[in-house]
């Protein structure tokens, strides 16, 4: 039997997200639309009207027959082909533009909320790129698994494969049974590089995930190293979010001094595993994409525009792709709201 608690609401949930997305997809139209829309609606009123005055008053005005003969047209042809030859057939052509211009757009990955996207480009000032799969492939490669705080170690004259059958296939073992079924790409590049391999029966009993900060769980398979619990608590994801973990200053302060300090250098996109106070390190790899740098140019150079990457990646990291891919102006450490905020910031300096 399973027993499922619901812990938010309808409202609350990705689905209805997408739906009042949709819905305000379609309010945010084009300035151009909406004043076509308007004009069309009094214009198509006119039409109508004057269609019905040739048709009403054309026999009494010009002696036409209500209904055509061989001699003369009849005065309801004659309103017809007035409402006919009046109708604003041009009028549908460039809601018909947009429509083209956001599924071409959409075909190349691009999706945009409304067809006033397109007309705030004619006055943009700034472009910000998030980097995973934007700037970069987005295909994380999981290059290293480091222990990097808590473990036992072999200058204390104790076995350093503290943890069954060792630390990284436990951390392994873990990170793939927190993030099967995700598809955030550091979880997708934690599942690829657990295929195949040895690694012990983890199970998960709990789980919530933290937008922007990481996944806590409760784990079936690990006991925890102090307590005659079954279970073990477990989390994953940035740097800081783990540290933060850890209520102690001077134990959160080791850990970010260990990160700083690891065998494998800042450059790589990192995320952090906690378990039973255990805390290791997974590097992983992103590679920018194909032609990147020669769009960021042509935009900079060309089009004059200012141009940032925002990510939430360290800074060691983020400066590597954004030199990869001829960005100056990088911010980096944002959790998702931290980039919404940055983006309404720059709209505010006068720089949409």
Not at 237 to 243: D, K, M
Request: proline share 4%; with cysteine.
């Amino acid at each position: 039997m399973m027993i499922v608690k619901v812990t938010k609401s309808w409202e609350d949930s990705t689905l209805n997200r997408i739906v009042q997305l949709t819905e305000e997809g379609q309010l945010n139209k084009p300035k151009l639309q909406r004043w076509l829309d308007e004009f069309g609606e009094h214009y198509s009123k006119v039409v109508v009207a004057l269609s019905l005055a040739v048709a009403l008053l054309g026999p009494f005005l010009f002696n036409w027959p209500f209904f055509g003969n061989s001699v003369c047209r009849g005065s309801i042809y004659r309103g017809l082909g007035l409402m006919v030859a009046a109708s604003p057939c041009a009028l549908a052509v460039a809601p018909l533009a947009y429509a083209t211009a956001i599924s071409s757009l959409a075909s190349k990955g691009i999706l945009l909320k409304g067809g006033h996207v397109l007309d705030a480009l004619s006055s943009c000032q700034s472009i910000a790129f998030d980097k995973t799969g934007t700037l970069t492939t987005g295909k994380l490669m999981c290059k290293a698994i480091e222990p990097i705080h808590g473990h036992l170690d072999a200058s204390n004259g104790v076995d350093p494969s503290c943890c069954t059958p060792n630390c990284e296939s436990e951390a392994l073992a873990v990170a793939a049974a927190m993030e099967k079924g995700t598809t955030h790409p550091i979880g997708r590049a934690v599942l690829k590089h657990s295929v195949g391999r040895d690694l012990p029966v983890v199970a998960v009993e709990s789980f919530e995930s933290l937008p922007g900060r990481g996944v806590v769980a409760t784990l079936s398979g690990i006991k925890a190293r102090d307590s005659e619990n079954e279970f073990a608590k477990a989390s994953i994801g940035s740097v800081e979010y783990i540290s933060s973990l850890y209520r102690s200053y001077g134990e959160s302060e080791q850990i970010k001094e260990a990160v700083k300090c690891s065998a494998f250098g800042p450059e790589f996109v990192q995320a952090a595993l906690s378990v039973d106070k255990k805390v290791t390190l997974f590097h992983f790899e992103d590679e920018p994409r194909t032609g990147v740098c020669e769009v960021i140019y042509t935009l900079r150079e060309k089009a004059k525009l200012r141009i940032m990457m925002l990510t939430g990646d360290h800074e060691s990291s983020a400066q590597r792709v954004a030199k990869a891919v001829c960005i100056e102006e990088v911010h980096f450490s944002l959790k998702p709201e931290d980039k919404l905020n940055k983006v309404k910031a720059v709209s505010r300096e006068g720089g949409t």
